[in-house]
């Protein structure tokens, strides 16, 4: 007995660790584990005979309630009834009140999951009266089970009362626990999903931000209360059909989760779910039906596959079928959920009607009405029972039932039913809510059914007025308002404004949903109508061709839609008389409705017909295997001992076992294989007609061509890039599919042998093959880790709208791929010996200087350049032709261009160690080899080495930063195609061999030869390659690959097609590892990838094709075309570098393009400047573009004798910092210039003249070397009045808006972005010397009165015109500030001074620089906090004026630096991001939409304040002060080495912007010179005070000498 009890507590101290133990887990949501735990506990306790222990009761209670917890979130509510009975009877027992609350809570939940909410709350109640007995009314249990009883209400539709009972609860948190605990937070949104439900989206809206600030306070940025909280917002912007911000909420939301929660998480799925219905909604189908089978996967990962909420995702992948109108996929979908719920939640829960509800529209839209009305009548019945008769899903249930009666032409009992759902709406939500209008929309549509058209547009009226004042201007919802109101008009015969009902119905649509959505199909065929009715035959065909075109592109081409849209066509036709084409229309309407009815007599037959199609399927996969398997050539390389010995039956069972085990370890490869980069891209690059594609051909041992075609996208010949693949180790050339297929044996052999054990394949047995054969079965998701998608993101909430989806991809199918895939991998393995080669694809690409801009795109940091140059010309000698024709580019500047676009645009700063020929120097990336050709015109070989070394050192004299990056071979070709001696033979071998032994140490070396690639990239980049020769043996194998290229390959893809495309064929692993991939196939020059096209980037699969159209569009030959009108657009493109969509359209017409492949080819051109989007005055509805390099090189310079022409100021960088300015940039500059000011343009060679009409002058900007030159000039008057206006106006504008700044600002962003090497690189001001021609940059001023400037070269003192037109000096400050002082003193000496002087109804004020609008003496003193935490008290006049008019004025200067301010601002990263992706390239661009953005969200608040409180946090107060903002009043003393806000976050560069010429000259002496806003405010007020000391001492000199000559 003793004992007994001796072993008793130790028996409750094991029970209570493994409580312990399982309420870990359950906080870890590891329920099974949790259970398990539980369940142990239990067992020891049972053990433990004392029903009089306390502990034991209170312990058996806990787990009791726990595990009752566990089953009431799995929906299992036997169970969980089953625990909390057991735990109520231990409270019981125990005597214990607050335990029986707790139990009557729990029981309540379990019986409003039940859908008895009458029940629920009668607990609910119960355990409130017991708590106020223990607590009165402060108790905090109190109040959660008030909460418990607002949750019933609001799933009852009883908001009102939810809201009261949040509200009392409230009170008590808020008495208990104060303002800022995270349960106050969390009633906090409880309101706000009630507030939401009401329609009251703002005040839900608020709510979501209160609970959000308490959270992110308590709880921090990553807890998943806060992603909870981002997750109703996104619900609430949803309804609100502000479906990008909703994306964002739920993309919010998911990252948090998955940092906090893990991948597999049942909340994850339900933030999948949730941005499911958003894409529903915006029509963008298969990204909805993604993120349904996203959460799919993880829902039956972690729930099972008997889960609600599965049921939940089942009926939205069903919504989404039914708007496809695939009707069968939708009700099997719906069956599946209908299945799930009735074994969870029994037949009469609310859920249940839902899934009714849903199959009922199902019917509906099949046509099946009565089917529709029976499913409805079940719905109801089910929602009556449970929910009452005035819950708002009985009313959309009504609503629904009446629109079945209309579709049948039962308009009276539709009616009834509409008004009996708007009686229950009224009751339960407020008058204004959307559900409101949408009941008063549907009986407008039976009053205009009924021709009542008067009611019918007063119902879409009330419905118009309550969207209208709920949902904004621009909700879907009022789209379809307004189309509804166009079909009234329409029946009534008023076409025009029926079709203005329509465009503004399409308007919002397409800001919605974009122009690829279901619905805008049905407004072009609505509109098409009209034109019918209007006789407009041709114009109701074209929009008919639109709706057609949308729906075919949605997946949708059999639709019922699609025929009534054919028939409509066809009636425009027989109106035309065309009948032949009517009739061809009415049978491909006959086409789509037989074809609907053969699928539906098919399905009815599916069960067997597939039965057959899957045996016929493994008979045609038997034989296959069994053909190879008796090919006795297919021997396995890992060389097995075979024994002769073995019979027939034993060997065949050995092969098809090894087999299998290959597959095996091919799937799992599949997860985890990777083998390391074998491939990379070496480039022949180099002027024009150098050699290059004779060199390679030598180099890769081929014949050479006696008239060898130059390697030019100029040329005619239809192959712009010559590639060839050769093995580095013995320089064969080689198939670059065949190098990847041996990559993926390589890693499938390793996963083979790891899986082998030490059992010999000769004793293999038949019951070890059967033990086996279940690898056949195996699906490949249950070896490969699970695959979740981070680029789209969204919870659950059963939504009454439609969703849309793709099919997703099941398990057999993935499998079937996979298998195919092996079959097509699996013969070659069998005789395939291993290889460790390097590989090394070689491009020649075109030299020619008109295509320098056009070399980005395909130029990689992660490959080897060979640059060649003619060792017969001299380096600055002109470039010349084949036909011997001189260029105006030295070949000096080819190669200036060439390693300019190789190395600047690089972003790799890595350095790598080589030793060659015994000597080991370090060289930076990217790699470039100088080579020399045409070695046949040298004499010797010693003066061959001579012009080698002479070459290179005039090249790295002038390119002294890039001397790291070239290795110099010494390496002479002699290419002569009709000298192949033996002699010539040798010659031409020793130097292949030389260079590839330079390459072979060079690739060795580099560390991207040594990155693992996985398995997926191979077999992924086997499909994107050009198509498999069909004459291959394996005629099987290559028609698999290229059916594949055939139907999902093009030449332009989306990263979406591309990733659709890898998920597809279960290679798929995550966003980033796709953008590696491609990349990695860009690094190769496999594809073009560019990332800043469309919103996440295009891909271009056929890299020669590309070239071939942007030589097409680019290079000019002599026009074939006979028609005017394009004979015109080549001269006009010729002339002035300007070409339309005309144009674009006639030289495209070959390539056979489509519309979005037009729009996407024209995006990637801008996106690399090769074109520029400009506005034409003659055509508004034609898209214009400039290109420069279609300019024809003999154009005339411009004729400036009757000008005024001022000196020539150049911009550009310190030779040891950028060497040189390519033509790209040059090029890139113009359009970025022509995109500011968007005014007349005139061109000839690398030279552009603007028109700027406002300021009367013009402003040329020409290429010099390595430099940009800059002029302004105006034309001369004869009439001195006139012209001294011209100059004091032209003067004006040069020193008060500096377009040179402009200009510098935007070269020096287009260097950062388009030459990251050099980023932040310092661009200046430089003159040219007198004496040496030098260029001198102007820090070296030595007296600013003077213009003295002292040259760095030759040391001589020169005064400089450059300074005094374009940064004025002292004396003609003064000047200019006098001209303006009589200016505006006598505004009719010239009409366009006076009105130029007025912005915004202000004069301007004479002393301001920058013409801000002038302030009066009334200024007001405020208080600031700097970024430093410094006071800074500021004088401003008049601080609530609109601070709009000075945004043109401040974006120039704030530049690059527009993302402080935007910080400033508050504005979200995402916003920056889209600002960002919508400017590409262009701070300045980017800075104005960023002021603009904010004037327009914040009009009436954006105040002179609020603008310098801004600048000033953002760092920028001197840009303020130097504009006049403000002024500085007082400010706290600076610690030493601080002497400005603006000390660590702009340079002096930055200040010099807009400033008088002391400023600038201030600044300029010495770059690190930091006198800051002081010294600037001081020199300009000195600078005025001399000004008026000398006009008052001039005056009273005048006056004196006036007085003197009276009195003589």
Same mark, same amino acid.
């Given at each position: 007995?003793?004992?007994?009890?001796?072993?008793?507590?130790?028996?409750?101290?094991?029970?209570?660790?493994?409580?312990?133990?399982?309420?870990?887990?359950?906080?870890?949501? #590891?329920?099974?584990?949790?259970?398990?735990?539980?369940?142990?506990?239990? #067992?020891?306790?049972?053990?433990?005979?004392?029903?009089?222990?306390?502990?034991?009761?209170?312990?058996?209670?806990?787990?009791?309630?726990?595990?009752?917890?566990?089953?009431?979130?799995?929906?299992?509510?036997?169970?969980?009834?089953?625990?909390?009975?057991?735990?109520?009877?231990?409270?019981?027992?125990?005597?214990?009140?607050?335990?029986?609350?707790?139990?009557?809570?729990?029981?309540?939940?379990?019986?409003?999951?039940?859908?008895?909410?009458?029940?629920?709350?009668?607990?609910?109640?119960?355990?409130?009266?017991?708590?106020?007995?223990?607590?009165?009314?402060?108790?905090?249990?109190?109040?959660?089970?008030?909460?418990?009883?607002?949750?019933?209400?609001?799933?009852?539709?009883?908001?009102?009362?939810?809201?009261?009972?949040? =509200?009392?609860?409230?009170?008590?948190?808020?008495?208990?626990?104060?303002?800022?605990?995270?349960?106050?937070?969390?009633?906090?949104?409880?309101?706000?999903?009630?507030?939401?439900?009401?329609? %009251?989206?703002?005040?839900?809206?608020?709510?979501?931000?209160?609970?959000?600030?308490?959270?992110?306070?308590?709880?921090?940025?990553?807890?998943?209360?806060?992603?909870?909280?981002?997750?109703?917002?996104?619900?609430?912007?949803?309804?609100?059909?502000?479906?990008?911000?909703?994306?964002?909420?739920?993309?919010?939301?998911?990252?948090?989760?998955?940092?906090?929660?893990?991948?597999?998480?049942?909340?994850?799925?339900?933030?999948?779910?949730?941005?499911?219905?958003?894409?529903?909604?915006?029509?963008?189908?298969?990204?909805?039906?993604?993120?349904?089978?996203?959460?799919? %996967?993880?829902?039956?990962?972690?729930?099972?596959?008997?889960?609600?909420?599965?049921?939940?995702?089942?009926?939205?992948?069903?919504?989404?079928?039914?708007?496809?109108?695939?009707?069968?996929?939708?009700?099997?979908?719906?069956?599946?959920?209908?299945?799930?719920?009735?074994?969870?939640?029994?037949?009469?829960?609310?859920?249940?009607?839902?899934?009714?509800?849903?199959?009922?529209?199902?019917?509906?839209?099949?046509?099946?009405?009565?089917?529709?009305?029976?499913?409805?009548?079940?719905?109801?019945?089910?929602?009556?029972?449970?929910?009452?008769?005035?819950?708002?899903?009985?009313?959309?249930?009504?609503?629904?039932?009446? *629109?079945?009666?209309?579709?049948?032409?039962?308009?009276? =009992?539709?009616?009834?039913?509409?008004?009996?759902?708007?009686?229950?709406?009224?009751?339960?939500?407020?008058?204004?809510?959307?559900?409101?209008?949408?009941? $008063?929309?549907?009986?407008?549509?039976?009053?205009?059914?009924?021709?009542?058209?008067?009611?019918?547009?007063?119902?879409?009226?009330?419905?118009?007025?309550?969207?209208?004042?709920? *949902?904004?201007?621009?909700?879907?919802?009022?789209?379809?308002?307004?189309?509804?109101?166009?079909?009234?008009?329409?029946?009534?015969?008023?076409?025009?404004?029926?079709?203005?009902?329509?465009?503004?119905?399409?308007?919002?649509?397409?800001?919605?949903?974009?122009?690829?959505?279901?619905?805008?199909?049905?407004?072009?065929?609505?509109?098409?109508?009209?034109?019918?009715?209007?006789?407009?035959?041709?114009?109701?065909?074209?929009?008919?061709?639109?709706?057609?075109?949308?729906?075919?592109?949605?997946?949708?081409?059999?639709?019922?839609?699609?025929?009534?849209?054919?028939?409509?066509?066809?009636?425009?036709?027989?109106?035309?008389?065309?009948?032949?084409?009517?009739?061809?229309?009415?049978?491909?309407?006959?086409?789509?409705?037989?074809?609907?009815?053969?699928?539906?007599?098919?399905?009815?037959?599916?069960?067997?017909?597939?039965?057959?199609?899957?045996?016929?399927?493994?008979?045609?996969?038997?034989?296959?295997?069994?053909?190879?398997?008796?090919?006795?050539?297919?021997?396995?390389?890992?060389?097995?001992?075979?024994?002769?010995?073995?019979?027939?039956?034993?060997?065949?069972?050995?092969?098809?076992?090894?087999?299998?085990?290959?597959?095996?370890?091919?799937?799992?490869?599949?997860?985890?294989?990777?083998?390391?980069?074998?491939?990379?891209?070496?480039?022949?690059?180099?002027?024009?007609?150098?050699?290059?594609?004779?060199?390679?051909?030598?180099?890769?041992?081929?014949?050479?061509?006696?008239?060898?075609?130059?390697?030019?996208?100029?040329?005619?010949?239809?192959?712009?890039?010559?590639?060839?693949?050769?093995?580095?180790?013995?320089?064969?050339?080689?198939?670059?599919?065949?190098?990847?297929?041996?990559?993926?044996?390589?890693?499938?052999?390793?996963?083979?042998?790891?899986?082998?054990?030490?059992?010999?394949?000769?004793?293999?047995?038949?019951?070890?093959?059967?033990?086996?054969?279940?690898?056949?079965?195996?699906?490949?998701?249950?070896?490969?880790?699970?695959?979740?998608?981070?680029?789209?993101?969204?919870?659950?909430?059963?939504?009454?709208?439609?969703?849309?989806?793709?099919?997703?991809?099941?398990?057999?199918?993935?499998?079937?791929?996979?298998?195919?895939?092996?079959?097509?991998?699996?013969?070659?393995?069998?005789?395939?010996?291993?290889?460790?080669?390097?590989?090394?694809?070689?491009?020649?690409?075109?030299?020619?200087?008109?295509?320098?801009?056009?070399?980005?795109?395909? *130029?990689?940091?992660?490959?080897?350049?060979?640059?060649?140059?003619?060792?017969?010309?001299?380096?600055?000698?002109?470039?010349?032709?084949?036909?011997?024709?001189?260029?105006?580019?030295?070949?000096?500047?080819?190669?200036?261009?060439?390693?300019?676009?190789?190395?600047?645009?690089?972003?790799?700063?890595?350095?790598?160690?080589?030793?060659?020929?015994?000597?080991?120097?370090?060289?930076?990336?990217?790699?470039?080899?100088?080579?020399?050709?045409?070695?046949?015109?040298?004499?010797?070989?010693?003066?061959?080495?001579?012009?080698?070394?002479?070459?290179?050192? =005039?090249?790295?004299?002038?390119?002294?930063?890039?001397?790291?990056?070239?290795?110099?071979?010494?390496?002479?070709?002699?290419?002569?195609?009709?000298?192949?001696?033996?002699?010539?033979?040798?010659?031409? =071998?020793?130097?292949?061999?030389?260079?590839?032994?330079?390459?072979?140490?060079?690739?060795?070396?580099?560390?991207?030869?040594?990155?693992?690639?996985?398995?997926?990239?191979?077999?992924?980049?086997?499909?994107?390659?050009?198509?498999?020769?069909?004459?291959?043996?394996?005629?099987?194998?290559?028609?698999?690959?290229?059916?594949?290229?055939?139907?999902?390959?093009?030449?332009?893809?989306?990263?979406?097609?591309?990733?659709?495309?890898?998920?597809?064929?279960?290679?798929?692993?995550? #966003?980033?590892?796709?953008?590696?991939?491609?990349?990695?196939?860009?690094?190769?020059?496999?594809?073009?990838?560019?990332?800043?096209?469309?919103?996440?980037?295009?891909?271009?699969?056929?890299?020669?094709?590309?070239?071939?159209?942007?030589?097409?569009?680019?290079?000019?030959?002599?026009?074939?075309?006979?028609?005017?009108?394009?004979?015109?657009?080549?001269?006009?493109?010729?002339?002035?570098?300007?070409?339309?969509?005309?144009?674009?359209?006639?030289?495209?017409?070959?390539?056979?393009?489509?519309?979005?492949?037009?729009?996407?080819?024209?995006?990637?051109?801008?996106?690399?400047?090769?074109?520029?989007?400009?506005?034409?005055?003659?055509?508004?509805?034609?898209?214009?573009?400039?290109?420069?390099?279609?300019?024809?090189?003999?154009?005339?310079?411009?004729?400036?004798?009757?000008?005024?022409?001022?000196?020539?100021?150049?911009?550009?960088?310190?030779?040891?910092?950028?060497?040189?300015?390519?033509?790209?940039?040059?090029?890139?500059?113009?359009?970025?210039?022509?995109?500011?000011?968007?005014?007349?343009?005139?061109? $000839?060679?690398?030279?552009?003249?603007?028109?700027?009409?406002?300021?009367?002058?013009?402003?040329?900007?020409?290429?010099?070397?390595?430099?940009?030159?800059?002029?302004?000039?105006?034309?001369?008057?004869?009439?001195?009045?006139?012209?001294?206006?011209?100059?004091?106006?032209?003067?004006?504008?040069?020193?008060?808006?500096?377009?040179?700044?402009?200009?510098?600002?935007?070269?020096?962003?287009?260097?950062?972005?388009?030459?990251?090497?050099?980023?932040?690189?310092?661009?200046?001001?430089?003159?040219?010397?007198?004496?040496?021609?030098?260029?001198?940059?102007?820090?070296?001023?030595?007296?600013?009165?003077?213009?003295?400037?002292?040259? *760095?070269?030759?040391?001589?003192?020169?005064?400089?015109?450059?300074?005094?037109?374009?940064?004025?000096?002292?004396?003609?400050?003064?000047?200019?500030?006098?001209?303006?002082?009589?200016?505006?003193?006598?505004?009719?000496?010239?009409?366009?001074?006076?009105?130029?002087?007025?912005?915004?109804?202000?004069?301007?004020?004479?002393?301001?620089?920058?013409?801000?609008?002038?302030?009066?003496?009334?200024?007001?003193?405020?208080?600031?906090?700097?970024?430093?935490?410094?006071?800074?008290?500021?004088?401003?006049?008049?601080?609530?004026?609109?601070?709009?008019?000075?945004?043109?004025?401040?974006?120039?200067?704030?530049?690059?630096?527009?993302?402080?301010?935007?910080?400033?601002?508050?504005?979200?990263?995402?916003?920056?991001?889209?600002?960002?992706?919508?400017?590409?390239?262009?701070?300045?661009?980017?800075?104005?939409?960023?002021?603009?953005?904010?004037?327009?969200?914040?009009?009436?608040?954006?105040?002179?304040?609020?603008?310098?409180?801004?600048?000033?946090?953002?760092?920028?107060?001197?840009?303020?002060?130097?504009?006049?903002?403000?002024?500085?009043?007082?400010? #706290?003393?600076?610690?030493?080495?601080?002497?400005?806000?603006?000390?660590?976050?702009?340079?002096?560069?930055?200040?010099?912007?807009?400033?008088?010429?002391?400023?600038?000259?201030?600044?300029?002496?010495?770059?690190?010179?930091?006198?800051?806003?002081?010294?600037?405010?001081?020199?300009?007020?000195?600078?005025?005070?001399?000004?008026?000391?000398?006009?008052?001492?001039?005056?009273?000199?005048?006056?004196?000498?006036?007085?003197?000559?009276?009195?003589?």
């Amino acid at each position: 007995m003793s004992n007994k009890q001796s072993t008793q507590p130790t028996v409750f101290q094991d029970a209570k660790l493994l409580y312990s133990k399982a309420l870990t887990s359950q906080q870890k949501n #590891d329920d099974e584990q949790a259970l398990s735990y539980y369940t142990q506990a239990l #067992d020891q306790i049972e053990s433990i005979h004392d029903d009089t222990c306390q502990d034991i009761d209170q312990l058996k209670y806990d787990i009791f309630t726990n595990v009752c917890d566990i089953y009431i979130e799995q929906y299992n509510v036997t169970l969980a009834n089953g625990f909390i009975d057991k735990a109520l009877q231990i409270a019981n027992k125990l005597q214990q009140q607050d335990k029986e609350a707790q139990c009557l809570d729990r029981r309540g939940q379990i019986k409003a999951q039940q859908g008895d909410y009458d029940g629920a709350l009668l607990d609910h109640n119960k355990s409130v009266e017991i708590k106020l007995k223990i607590h009165h009314n402060e108790g905090l249990d109190v109040s959660y089970s008030y909460i418990n009883i607002a949750n019933v209400y609001a799933d009852q539709g009883k908001y009102d009362g939810a809201v009261s009972m949040y =509200e009392i609860s409230l009170k008590i948190q808020l008495s208990a626990l104060g303002d800022n605990h995270p349960r106050i937070a969390d009633t906090y949104n409880n309101m706000g999903s009630v507030y939401d439900a009401q329609g %009251k989206y703002d005040d839900a809206i608020f709510m979501y931000q209160k609970s959000l600030k308490i959270d992110l306070l308590a709880l921090g940025d990553h807890h998943p209360s806060i992603a909870n909280t981002y997750h109703n917002m996104g619900s609430v912007y949803d309804a609100q059909g502000k479906y990008d911000d909703a994306i964002s909420m739920y993309d919010k939301s998911l990252q948090i989760k998955l940092s906090a929660l893990g991948n597999n998480h049942p909340s994850i799925a339900n933030t999948y779910n949730n941005m499911g219905l958003v894409c529903d909604a915006q029509g963008k189908y298969d990204d909805a039906v993604f993120m349904y089978e996203e959460a799919l %996967k993880i829902q039956l990962s972690a729930l099972g596959d008997n889960h609600p909420s599965i049921a939940d995702t089942y009926n939205n992948m069903g919504s989404v079928y039914d708007a496809q109108g695939k009707y069968d996929d939708a009700a099997s979908m719906y069956e599946k959920s209908l299945k799930i719920k009735l074994s969870v939640l029994g037949d009469n829960h609310p859920s249940i009607a839902d899934i009714y509800h849903n199959m009922g529209s199902v019917y509906d839209a099949q046509g099946k009405h009565d089917d529709a009305v029976f499913m409805y009548e079940k719905s109801l019945q089910i929602q009556l029972s449970t929910l009452g008769h005035d819950h708002p899903s009985i009313a959309t249930t009504y609503n629904n039932m009446g *629109l079945v009666y209309k579709n049948q032409g039962k308009y009276d =009992e539709a009616v009834c039913m509409y008004e009996k759902s708007l009686q229950i709406d009224l009751l339960s939500l407020d008058d204004h809510h959307p559900i409101i209008a949408n009941t $008063y929309n549907n009986i407008g549509s039976v009053y205009n059914e009924q021709g009542k058209y008067d009611d019918a547009v007063a119902m879409y009226d009330k419905s118009l007025q309550i969207n209208l004042s709920a *949902l904004g201007n621009n909700h879907p919802t009022i789209a379809n308002t307004y189309h509804n109101m166009g079909k009234v008009l329409t029946n009534q015969c008023k076409y025009d404004e029926a079709i203005c009902m329509y465009e503004k119905s399409l308007n919002i649509q397409v800001l919605a949903f974009g122009d690829s959505h279901p619905n805008i199909a049905i407004a072009y065929e609505d509109i098409g109508v009209v034109n019918i009715n209007q006789g407009n035959y041709d114009d109701a065909i074209l929009f008919f061709g639109k709706a057609v075109s949308i729906l075919v592109d949605a997946h949708l081409p059999h639709h019922t839609d699609v025929a009534r849209i054919y028939d409509n066509i066809a009636i425009c036709y027989d109106k035309q008389n065309r009948y032949y084409d009517a009739a061809a229309m009415r049978q491909r309407s006959t086409n789509i409705r037989r074809q609907l009815q053969q699928d539906e007599t098919r399905k009815q037959t599916s069960s067997s017909s597939q039965a057959e199609d899957d045996a016929a399927d493994d008979l045609s996969h038997q034989n296959i295997q069994s053909q190879q398997n008796s090919n006795p050539s297919n021997t396995d390389s890992d060389n097995f001992s075979q024994n002769d010995g073995r019979n027939d039956t034993q060997q065949s069972a050995e092969q098809t076992l090894k087999k299998k085990q290959y597959f095996r370890a091919y799937v799992r490869a599949l997860r985890q294989g990777s083998y390391e980069n074998k491939v990379i891209r070496a480039m022949y690059a180099g002027p024009e007609c150098v050699g290059k594609s004779s060199i390679m051909k030598v180099f890769t041992r081929q014949r050479l061509a006696i008239l060898q075609h130059p390697t030019q996208i100029a040329d005619q010949s239809d192959k712009m890039v010559y590639l060839e693949v050769y093995k580095i180790e013995d320089r064969t050339t080689h198939d670059i599919r065949h190098i990847w297929d041996n990559n993926v044996h390589q890693i499938v052999l390793t996963e083979y042998k790891n899986q082998i054990t030490s059992q010999q394949i000769s004793k293999l047995t038949p019951e070890l093959l059967d033990r086996q054969s279940s690898i056949d079965d195996q699906h490949p998701s249950d070896t490969m880790q699970s695959v979740t998608s981070s680029q789209y993101i969204t919870t659950t909430t059963l939504r009454s709208s439609r969703t849309q989806s793709t099919s997703s991809t099941d398990s057999s199918l993935l499998m079937q791929q996979c298998r195919d895939f092996f079959g097509y991998y699996y013969p070659s393995w069998l005789n395939k010996t291993a290889d460790d080669s390097h590989y090394a694809k070689i491009w020649d690409f075109g030299g020619q200087s008109i295509y320098h801009v056009t070399h980005q795109p395909f *130029l990689s940091s992660n490959s080897i350049y060979i640059l060649v140059f003619n060792i017969n010309h001299n380096i600055h000698d002109r470039v010349r032709t084949r036909d011997n024709r001189l260029l105006n580019i030295t070949y000096l500047q080819s190669m200036q261009e060439w390693l300019t676009a190789i190395i600047g645009s690089n972003t790799n700063q890595d350095n790598i160690t080589t030793t060659i020929d015994n000597d080991q120097a370090q060289y930076s990336l990217p790699i470039v080899i100088l080579v020399a050709s045409h070695g046949d015109c040298i004499t010797s070989q010693q003066q061959g080495i001579d012009r080698f070394i002479e070459f290179e050192r =005039e090249l790295r004299a002038k390119m002294s930063h890039y001397n790291s990056n070239i290795y110099s071979s010494r390496i002479i070709f002699n290419c002569h195609p009709q000298d192949n001696s033996d002699a010539i033979q040798a010659e031409r =071998e020793q130097c292949s061999l030389r260079l590839h032994n330079i390459m072979k140490s060079f690739v060795q070396s580099l560390p991207f030869m040594a990155n693992p690639i996985p398995i997926r990239w191979y077999i992924l980049a086997t499909i994107l390659h050009a198509p498999i020769d069909s004459k291959s043996n394996d005629e099987v194998v290559s028609s698999f690959i290229n059916q594949i290229r055939a139907t999902r390959v093009h030449k332009i893809m989306t990263i979406q097609e591309i990733k659709s495309l890898a998920t597809d064929f279960g290679l798929y692993e995550g #966003d980033d590892e796709l953008i590696d991939m491609l990349s990695y196939l860009h690094d190769l020059g496999e594809v073009i990838f560019c990332r800043r096209v469309d919103k996440y980037g295009i891909v271009i699969t056929d890299v020669d094709w590309i070239l071939r159209i942007f030589r097409a569009i680019i290079q000019l030959h002599d026009c074939l075309s006979k028609n005017l009108k394009i004979q015109y657009l080549y001269e006009e493109a010729s002339r002035s570098g300007r070409i339309s969509t005309r144009y674009i359209n006639h030289v495209l017409a070959p390539y056979q393009l489509d519309d979005d492949s037009k729009n996407s080819i024209i995006s990637l051109m801008e996106t690399y400047d090769i074109l520029c989007p400009i506005k034409s005055d003659q055509d508004e509805n034609e898209r214009h573009f400039f290109v420069p390099y279609l300019l024809r090189p003999d154009v005339e310079p411009f004729d400036l004798s009757q000008y005024h022409v001022s000196e020539i100021l150049h911009i550009g960088y310190n030779h040891k910092d950028i060497p040189y300015i390519p033509d790209g940039i040059y090029y890139c500059l113009l359009s970025s210039c022509l995109k500011e000011w968007n005014t007349d343009i005139q061109l $000839y060679y690398q030279c552009a003249k603007y028109y700027l009409i406002h300021d009367h002058h013009y402003i040329i900007i020409k290429k010099d070397k390595s430099h940009i030159a800059l002029q302004y000039c105006y034309k001369r008057n004869d009439q001195q009045h006139i012209a001294q206006i011209v100059i004091d106006k032209v003067k004006k504008s040069i020193f008060m808006k500096r377009p040179h700044d402009l200009i510098k600002t935007k070269l020096s962003s287009i260097v950062d972005d388009r030459m990251p090497k050099f980023k932040g690189a310092v661009c200046q001001y430089y003159v040219k010397c007198n004496d040496c021609q030098e260029l001198v940059s102007l820090q070296n001023i030595v007296e600013s009165g003077k213009n003295l400037i002292q040259c *760095l070269s030759c040391h001589a003192l020169f005064e400089s015109k450059s300074i005094s037109d374009w940064i004025f000096s002292k004396e003609e400050d003064s000047k200019q500030l006098n001209n303006q002082v009589t200016t505006n003193l006598n505004p009719s000496h010239d009409s366009m001074d006076g009105n130029e002087n007025k912005q915004h109804g202000l004069m301007i004020d004479v002393n301001n620089k920058e013409g801000t609008p002038a302030y009066d003496d009334r200024k007001e003193k405020i208080t600031v906090i700097g970024p430093d935490q410094r006071k800074v008290e500021i004088l401003i006049s008049e601080p609530k004026s609109s601070a709009q008019p000075y945004i043109n004025q401040l974006y120039p200067v704030i530049g690059s630096k527009w993302e402080r301010l935007a910080t400033a601002f508050n504005f979200d990263r995402n916003v920056i991001d889209d600002i960002k992706f919508n400017n590409p390239q262009d701070a300045l661009n980017q800075c104005h939409a960023m002021l603009d953005k904010y004037y327009q969200s914040n009009s009436s608040s954006f105040t002179k304040l609020v603008l310098a409180e801004a600048l000033i946090k953002a760092g920028l107060l001197a840009i303020a002060e130097s504009h006049h903002l403000l002024e500085i009043f007082k400010a #706290d003393e600076v610690q030493e080495g601080n002497h400005n806000y603006t000390q660590n976050t702009s340079t002096p560069d930055d200040e010099m912007k807009s400033t008088s010429y002391e400023s600038f000259q201030s600044i300029t002496n010495d770059e690190t010179n930091q006198e800051g806003i002081y010294t600037h405010t001081i020199n300009y007020h000195l600078g005025l005070i001399f000004t008026l000391l000398i006009l008052l001492y001039s005056t009273i000199l005048y006056h004196y000498q006036i007085n003197a000559k009276s009195s003589i």
